[in-house]
C-alpha cells in the first residue's frame, strides 16, 4: 500500500510561489509515474503536471507551462511542485497522485494512490 502525503499549500498574493511537496511511504517512487491535479471549487479534478518514473519526461497542463515545475527525488521518496508567478486562477486544492505504471497520464483514472490534498490560495 502507498501513502502520499501533500505539505506546502498555504496563502500567497498574486505574482508569489509557493512549493509543494508530497512524500510517499509504503513503496518508492521509482517504480511509476507521479502527478499533480488540482480541485477548484465548484469544479472537476484538473491535471497539472506528472513526470515519469525517473524523472526523464514531464508533462504539464497549457495554464502551468513555463510557470511550474515537476521534480522527484526517488532517494528521498518525494514529489515536488514549484510553482510560480501564481494567480487567483491557480487557487484550489493540489493532490499528488501515482500509478504503478512508467509512463505519464493526465487523466486522473489512470492513478491508484492519492494524497490528502494541500489547499493553495492565491489573492489578488
Known amino acids: 500500500q502507498v501513502q502520499l502525503a501533500e505539505s506546502g499549500g498555504g496563502l500567497v498574493q498574486a505574482g508569489g510561489s509557493l512549493r509543494l511537496s508530497c512524500a510517499a511511504s509504503?513503496?518508492?517512487?521509482?517504480?511509476?509515474?507521479m502527478a499533480w491535479f488540482r480541485q477548484s471549487p465548484g469544479k472537476g479534478r484538473e491535471f497539472v503536471s506528472s513526470?515519469?518514473?525517473?524523472?526523464?519526461?514531464?508533462y504539464y497542463a497549457d495554464s502551468v507551462k513555463g510557470r511550474f515545475t515537476i521534480s522527484k527525488d526517488n532517494f528521498q521518496n518525494t514529489l515536488t511542485l514549484q510553482m510560480n508567478s501564481l494567480n487567483p486562477e491557480a487557487t484550489a486544492i493540489y493532490y499528488c497522485a501515482s500509478t504503478p505504471a512508467r509512463e505519464i497520464f493526465t487523466t486522473e483514472n489512470k492513478y491508484d494512490h492519492w494524497g490528502q490534498g494541500t489547499q493553495v490560495t492565491v489573492s489578488s
Open positions: 509504503g513503496r518508492t517512487l521509482s517504480h511509476g509515474a
Open positions: 513526470i515519469t518514473w525517473l524523472g526523464g519526461r514531464r
